[in-house]
């Protein structure tokens, strides 16, 4: 009690019993666990109430499963930090300008600086040079460092593929994109430059006699027509109509088609005809014309009914159905025949 506290004498108390207040206020150090309306607890237990007035000792809750949320996840005895919450200002330095990186001093501090200028920093390895400015070293690309399917006949230059370019026995089927090898791209090339088994050799591809017939194995006559383009060759809309004629000039067959358009059709597809005058005027090759379906570029090839064709008969390309909303633009078509 301090010296405003008032002291009640009883004749029994020396220097009476003082008095505290109403709202305690001047009782200091003196309500302990005596004072309180319980029995004392085990050592480390809290308080709780039960809600209607009645206080005890109880253990301390086991919160170590509760969820934690905010800048971290999982529970208080398993806190992990969020993603993508750990920034600039989460970390102990100042904020640094736009593009610098962070450095320590090697005693425990952090903070930006600009980026150091590498472009004039030595390489080596399979290249040689500086950052800035490296080069390929001879002899490092081969087998294992060329993908598969990496080489496309796009990515040559033609006629640059000579045999002292090669590797004896460098070359394998895995390492090149299937069709893209094309005599465009090959100068010359020694036998000792193969490796494997070549396959059978196509009578089509090579001029080939016949054992049996001694005669010349039919060969490629493909014929090329062009349709929606513009003199200086650009892409216009296709319209209904002929584009191209032309007298065959040896006999021989129809085979099939292929074709593409620069600017897809939308609405109904492009149909397009390949008719034939043999002498009583003209008429379709096909039972089920060619297409080039509304959203696709590439072309639906046709069913041909008459295959073949003889020295002056003549060959016209027609665009029969345009695409009724975009009409579509820039066909280009190749009919594949054999002589």
């Not at 208080?76 to 904020?95: A, M, R």
């Not at 640059?160 to 100068?187: F, Y």
């Not at 639906?300 to 060959?315: E, K, Q, Y």
Request: charged share 20%; with cysteine.
């Amino acid at each position: 009690m301090d010296k405003e506290t008032v002291v009640v004498h009883n004749d029994v108390q020396p220097g009476g019993y003082p008095l505290a207040r109403e709202d305690l206020s001047n009782v200091i150090d003196k309500v302990g666990v005596t004072q309180l309306n319980l029995s004392e607890g085990g050592a480390g237990m809290v308080l709780q109430t039960n809600g209607a007035g009645v206080i005890s000792f109880t253990n301390q809750p086991d919160i170590s499963l509760a969820v934690v949320g905010g800048d971290v996840t999982g529970t208080v005895g398993n806190i992990s930090l969020g993603e993508n919450t750990v920034g600039v200002y989460e970390l102990k330095l100042s904020e640094g300008q736009n593009g610098q990186i962070l450095q320590t001093d090697g005693a425990g501090t952090i903070s930006f600086t600009n980026q150091p200028d590498i472009s004039a920093s030595a390489v080596g390895g399979d290249i040689s040079g500086t950052v800035g400015n490296a080069q390929i070293v001879a002899d490092a690309v081969g087998p294992t460092e060329i993908d598969t399917d990496g080489v496309e006949a796009l990515n040559i230059r033609d006629a640059n593929v000579t045999e002292h370019k090669l590797a004896t026995d460098s070359v394998t089927t895995i390492k090149i994109k299937d069709i893209n090898v094309t005599d465009d791209k090959i100068l010359s090339m020694n036998a000792d430059k193969l490796t494997g088994q070549l396959p059978q050799i196509d009578g089509f591809r090579v001029l080939n006699i016949d054992p049996t017939s001694h005669t010349h194995a039919p060969k490629p006559y493909d014929i090329s027509f062009l349709a929606g383009y513009d003199i200086e060759t650009l892409p216009v809309d296709v319209i209904e109509q002929a584009y191209g004629e032309m007298v065959m000039a040896r006999s021989g067959t129809f085979e099939g088609d292929v074709g593409y358009i620069d600017t897809q059709c939308s609405g109904t597809p492009v149909i397009v005809d390949v008719l034939i005058d043999t002498g009583g005027g003209f008429s379709s090759i096909y039972s089920t014309r060619p297409q080039f379906p509304v959203g696709t570029s590439s072309m639906t090839s046709g069913t041909i009914s008459t295959t073949d064709f003889a020295s002056g008969n003549r060959v016209r390309f027609s665009v029969t159905q345009i695409g009724n909303a975009t009409a579509g633009a820039g066909v280009r078509f190749m009919l594949k025949c054999k002589v």
